[in-house]
């Protein structure tokens, strides 16, 4: 099945690629980090999590694990394919309709925030902003401050891959085209994508665009945020 790519992303290896360069099989092969006990922490034990941009699961799975409810939102059916125990819908975030629900908390990571392009950041933003229950809150990973700056960068997971930044050159638009090698022993995935750099200023400024403000900022880096709707 051929994949239609959105503008401006592409991906290279094997197996099947997502619209936006993601690499199906390596996603699932990268462990998780300590995303899951961070959110943990932010949230109500047993809550139900709409997570958007869930990928294969590697934060599904995790969540499940911990007694929360997941409903499990990507654009890529290939992905879902391998989310295991969750709801899964196949839709892209910027449009996702579910009616009238509401959840107890919807997830917004993976820097998903930092859309190239700015109206996909505003629907991804809006659709945050109509599933979170009163009362509940939305998690964003959003992007160190060094994350386009520092950069050839490079990192060895110490279970036998590594992960490299090659670059982020500016493309004239306030958005960046950022390229991302992944080596295994047995494998190469590249991705290269456009990701808008935002201070956090700007972030600030377009959560209250989309009618949501920062209640914390949950790490001592601060790229993950819990917000709350000002409506």
């Not at 197996?15 to 390596?26: H, N, S």
């Not at 392009?117 to 902003?129: F, K, S």
């Not at 994350?147 to 960068?153: G, I, L, Q």
Request: hydrophobic content about 40%; overall charge negative.
């Amino acid at each position: 099945m051929t994949v239609e790519m959105r503008e401006g992303y592409e991906g290279t290896g094997p197996g099947a690629i997502t619209p936006d360069g993601c690499a199906v099989e390596l996603y699932g092969r990268l462990p998780v980090g300590g995303e899951p006990d961070i959110v943990a922490a932010a949230v109500p034990a047993g809550a139900h999590i709409l997570e958007l941009g869930s990928g294969v699961g590697r934060m599904t799975h995790p969540l499940l694990e911990r007694g929360f409810a997941v409903t499990a939102v990507d654009e890529s059916a290939d992905m879902l394919s391998r989310v295991r125990g969750a709801r899964t819908i196949c839709s892209p975030i910027e449009d996702l309709d579910l009616g009238g629900e509401k959840f107890d908390v919807v997830m917004l990571a993976s820097f998903l925030v930092h859309a190239g392009d700015e109206e996909v950041r505003r629907g991804m933003l809006r659709t945050c902003a109509r599933y979170v229950a009163k009362g509940g809150c939305v998690l964003i990973q959003r992007e160190g401050e060094d994350y386009h700056t520092d950069v050839p960068r490079e990192r060895a997971d110490p279970r036998g891959f590594t992960v490299r930044i090659v670059s982020s050159e500016p493309m004239g638009n306030g958005a960046n085209s950022v390229h991302v090698e992944y080596d295994f022993q047995d494998a190469r995935w590249t991705q290269t994508f456009l990701a808008r750099p935002l201070t956090e200023e700007q972030f600030e400024s377009a959560l209250k665009e989309s009618g949501l403000e920062v209640d914390a900022y949950l790490t001592p880096d601060r790229t993950w945020v819990r917000a709350v709707s000002v409506a």
